[in-house]
């Protein structure tokens, strides 16, 4: 079964930088998007970023200017490069790709990003 990979989140201060990875255990063909979620304390999960097959990419307005997503459709692998990051951002962030062939989801298993001073 594919699994999904997560590294790099971690301990940082406020205006500190992050790099998180994500890798499938195997390459996963006709994979439509590939996006980042996160999800604070007491909060539902929430879309961070999301890339496409067609090289479109979005962000949520909490993000946009700040994180940055990119990768390797063929690879199955996503980034996301997290910019000058405030307590808020704090959560653990989730990777989700899925595919447009039979629709089916993969998450990863998280990783904890922590902001604080």
């Known amino acids: 079964q594919v699994q999904l990979v997560e590294s790099g989140g971690g301990l940082v201060q406020p205006g500190g930088s992050l790099r998180l990875s994500c890798a499938a255990s195997?390459?996963?063909?006709?994979?439509?998007?590939m996006s980042w979620y996160r999800q604070a304390p007491g909060q539902q999960r929430e879309l961070v970023a999301g890339?496409?097959?067609?090289?479109?990419?979005n962000y949520s307005d909490a993000v946009k200017g700040r994180f940055t997503i990119s990768g390797d459709i063929i690879k199955s692998t996503v980034y996301l490069q997290m910019n000058s990051l405030k307590p808020e951002d704090t959560g653990v962030y989730y990777c989700?790709?899925?595919?447009?062939?039979?629709?089916?989801?993969?998450w990863g298993q998280g990783t904890q990003v922590t902001v604080s001073s």
């Open positions: 989700y790709m899925r595919t447009w062939k039979y629709g089916t989801d993969y």
């Open positions: 195997e390459s996963i063909s006709s994979i439509y998007v």
């Open positions: 890339l496409y097959n067609d090289d479109r990419v």
